[in-house]
């Protein structure tokens, strides 16, 4: 049964992932990315990784790509205003990525067949289990990686401090 | 997975849906015969006796009505804006428990669609989708005022998803828990968090009226500057659903305020009660205790809106980022230094 269902979900999530690239309108591309987040949900869902799939939720689908969406909206861009690019860049383009295939391939091909990991406990993404995790062995990576993002937040008022000032 | 289970659940899900269809419909009744009680006038009175059938009649003239998709908008998400806003509207009632779990039929059946124990996470990512209906439609309108709504809209959201994030911590920090069921458990009685949490729980209720594009937060609708704001193109029953969805959030948020801070079904006196009424009619009468607590707050967003005024947008920032973020922060702060000494001594 979950096996079904990760093929399903799994099917979905590279569909809607091709979408975003294929889709012209920047819009449309953006809202195919938030299906394909809302995919990584279920896929977390089926790990037992409770917390991180409703933080994707939150975070992921009702913070950051709404805020996409607000900026793409307000630079209205439109399937016109897309550059067309020089057939030089795409020669270019399709050498490059025939040689990401061969150092991927190659990476591949190093490793063994990927072998299954199994979680020493079933529970670890739940959140009690995760914050013991998180508050107990981890917690100077923690609390360095909030401050550092702290520290990203007040750069970014600063910024916008300074042009009031300046106008 | 048996189908009992299923079956159980399947009929939990209707008739949830079903109560919060109905209580949208009587929403805009109540919205009405509210405004005309503060107003001093009489509001709808002719369909049926006191105008009771008046949203039935409102219901017919919104399917009748002809239904125009304008032809620069974008169709499909056009179609899809007001879907999503009654869908995430709706969605948002799995998690909330209507009562103790209730004996029929001799067995016993929790009156909870889904006991996750990332309950109150769930709600709140529940709500932070809300906007996609209302941002999406917006867009796809083609239309300037539309789309100025829709980012309005997107901007308030995100703003008030924050305090109200933060207030809800202060209230982690006490309950211990996550699970919406526990939460109502602890609060036995009337034994309920709101004593313990009277700011965490203003900030909560204004960051709700913000998050329900609800009066005095109304911008997105601001009919003065945007006409009729993101569903100014919406006509017949798309119009219908966006207006529906705007009841059904009223509802959520009431039954979530009720339950996180109100005692949801707890009541004083209710050991009393179930000792008497036994293993039925006990955990019913705490749902409609739960219920009346909800229609409280209901009135209560009505009774506001036709009170105070609407807020100009810069107001409303100011309120958001400089007012109520700080205020919640401090709050948390408080209360964790409480716990912390409580715990020492």
């Known amino acids: 049964m979950s096996t079904q269902v990760f093929y399903f979900v799994a099917t979905l999530s590279i569909i809607f992932s091709l979408m975003v690239i294929f889709a012209k309108n920047p819009i449309h591309s953006v809202l195919y990315l938030i299906l394909t987040f809302f995919t990584f949900t279920v896929h977390y869902v089926l790990l037992n990784a409770q917390f ?25 861009l439109n399937n016109e205003t897309e550059p067309s690019k020089s057939p030089l860049i795409k020669i270019v383009g399709v050498i490059a990525g025939g040689c ?33 995790e998180l508050f107990g062995p981890f917690l100077l990576p923690f609390e360095l990686s909030s401050l550092l993002l702290l520290s990203a937040m007040v750069g970014a008022v600063l910024l916008s401090k300074r042009d009031e000032v300046e106008a | 997975m048996d189908t009992g289970f299923i079956i159980e659940k399947f009929i939990l899900v209707t008739v949830i849906f079903g109560i919060s269809l109905v209580i949208a419909m009587y929403s805009t009744y109540a919205e009405r015969k509210v405004a005309a009680y503060l107003q001093d006038r009489l509001g709808p009175d002719r369909a049926g006796p ?29 179609i899809a804006g007001p879907g999503l ?11 909330i428990p209507w009562g103790s779990p209730v004996l029929i039929a001799g067995k016993v059946i929790p009156l909870q669609v889904s006991d996750i124990n990332v309950g109150v996470l769930y709600i709140f990512g529940v709500v932070s989708l809300g906007v996609y209906g209302v941002m999406i439609g917006g867009w796809a309108s083609n239309n300037k005022y539309s789309l100025l709504s829709a980012i309005r809209a997107a901007s308030q959201n995100i703003s008030y998803e924050i305090a109200m994030g933060l207030s809800i911590i202060a209230l982690l920090l006490m309950t211990n828990t996550l699970s919406l069921k526990q ?6 009685g009337f034994n309920w968090n709101v004593w313990y949490q009277p700011v965490g729980f203003i900030i909560f209720m204004v960051c709700s009226f913000a998050e329900t594009n609800r009066a005095p937060f109304d911008l997105p609708e601001c009919e003065t500057e945007l006409i009729g704001g993101y569903h100014t193109e919406y006509s017949s029953m798309k119009l219908g659903f966006y ?11 009431s039954a979530v305020m009720a339950t996180l801070y109100f005692g949801g079904y707890n009541y004083p006196g209710m050991d009393y009660i179930a000792a008497h009424w036994g293993p ?45 973020i700080p205020l919640a922060i401090a709050n948390i702060i408080i209360t964790g230094v409480v716990i912390a000494i409580i715990e020492k001594f």
């Not at chain 1, 150092?103 to 289990?129: C, H, M, R």
């Not at chain 2, 006191?50 to 056009?78: C, H, N, R, V, Y």
């Not at chain 2, 529906?244 to 509802?251: G, L, Q, S, V």
Request: proline share 3%.
């Open chain 1, 100 to 132: 990401l295939i061969v150092t991927l391939i190659g990476s591949l091909k190093a490793t063994a067949i990927s072998s299954p990991l199994i979680l020493k406990n079933q529970g670890l993404g739940l959140v009690e289990n995760l914050g013991k």
């Open chain 2, 85 to 95: 806003a009654l869908l995430c509207a709706c969605i948002g009632t799995a998690v």
């Open chain 2, 243 to 253: 207006l529906f969805a705007e009841y059904i959030n009223m509802f959520v948020s």
């Open chain 1, 52 to 76: 991180l799939a409703v933080v994707n939720f939150i975070v992921y689908m009702g913070a950051i790509m709404v805020l996409f969406l607000f900026v793409l909206m307000l630079l209205n």
């Open chain 2, 280 to 324: 039925t009619w006990a955990p019913l009468f705490g749902t409609v205790i739960l219920f009346a607590k909800i229609f409280f707050f209901i009135f209560f967003f009505m009774w506001v809106r036709w009170t105070i005024p609407r807020f100009r947008y810069d107001q409303l920032m100011n309120l958001g980022w400089r007012g109520l």
């Open chain 2, 183 to 188: 939460i109502v458990e602890q609060q036995h």
């Open chain 2, 50 to 78: 006191f105008g009771i059938l008046q949203p039935l009649a409102d219901g017919l003239k919104m399917f009748m009505k002809e239904e125009i998709i304008p032809t620069t908008s974008s169709k499909w998400l056009f």
